[in-house]
């Protein structure tokens, strides 16, 4: 029997894209469904049964660990695998996601089906309902959250003069995969100018007295993520740094009191800018406002001028404004918003910059 997620994305099957099953190549859409860790596996979602085909790698835990889902073990190649059951099922018309499906993988496709079933594209059918987090998403969260306000807590006593970035990112590491934890995304941490790099890499640059240290990573337990970002100012702090962190926080404070359901995207986004502007600071923010946090560290929906999605309730997004001076430095503020019936709960508010 599909469970409620498959039910729901089966409705969308006639309303939207007129197709007779779904095929996801996607680990994180898979996961989604079938509340399984999904890896170099398919699934194949008809109007009644879902499949899960994977390989001699992963057959056992799949059959193990997967409920309601028939697990379909193929030899050889999945495409064949994948055409037997749709042979079965009468699949005339077989929806598949461009966005994760490569040019060889369609050619492949096309060759084991040349008529029946047609490909349809079905782009972002389940990642549409993701965007909605039910409870248990958000408790999932929350405990992300917890973990990483701790790891804060343990960077607070950490980061000082006369440590490398790299020495920093290392006991950092340490904290978080001894708690059974790992990271959601490579951790940036960018000491002085290189924090004008809003994507940084570590290196062995020596911090000093006198700068800001930008930290920005994310916690990953049970595929479920967070993503903060906090600045860790060392000695005096200089005039000009002060109001560009001070203007940020006001940007940040502002564009998270528009956050509610049927709010535009991009009014959020706008926002922001236009306190920033306020500074002269606009055109050193380079990047959208913010993005979905879920099972992927960036998903949807995102909060840009360029969005054209409204907020609803039960979306969690990041506001991270951010200033990058060329050779100088950069400042990013960055938290995790719960959109609400009413409004909005800021998850990590508690926790703010340092």
Known sequence: MLNTRFKTLVEDFSRHKNIDALLLTNDSNIRYLTQFPACESWALVTKTKAFYITDSRYVLEARQGLKGVAVKEYNHMPCATLLELCKQYKIKRLGFDERYTSFALWKKLKEFFPRK??????????????????????????ECLKLHFKAIDFMKKVV??????????????????????????????????????????????????????????????????????????????????????????????????????????????????????????AKYFGHSLGHGVGLDIHEAPRLSSQSTGLLEEGMIVTVEPGVYLPNKFGIRVEDMVLVTKEGNEVLSGYYHNQ
């Not at 079933?117 to 929350?142: H, N, Y």
């Not at 600045?231 to 956050?259: D, M, Y």
Request: with cysteine; proline share 5%.
């Open 117 to 142: 079933p047609k490909l349809i594209p079905a782009t972002g059918m389940v990642e549409s309902l993701r965007e909605i987090k039910d409870e248990g998403e958000i408790c999932q969260i929350r």
């Open 160 to 281: 000082r003069p006369g440590l490398t970035e790299r020495q920093i990112a290392v006991k950092l590491e340490g904290f978080v995969r001894s708690h059974g934890a790992e990271f959601s995304f490579q951790p940036i941490i960018a000491s002085g100018p290189n924090s004008c790099f809003p994507h940084a890499r570590f290196t062995d640059r020596v911090i000093r007295n006198n700068e800001n240290v930008l930290l920005d990573f994310g916690i990953d337990l049970n595929g479920y993520k967070s993503d903060l970002t906090r600045n860790f100012f060392l000695g005096r702090i200089a005039p000009s740094v002060r109001q560009v962190f001070e203007a940020l926080t006001l940007a940040q404070r502002e564009a998270i009191s528009l956050i509610k359901p049927g709010v535009a995207c991009s009014t959020v986004d706008q926002q922001a800018r236009k306190v920033l502007r306020k500074f002269k600071l």
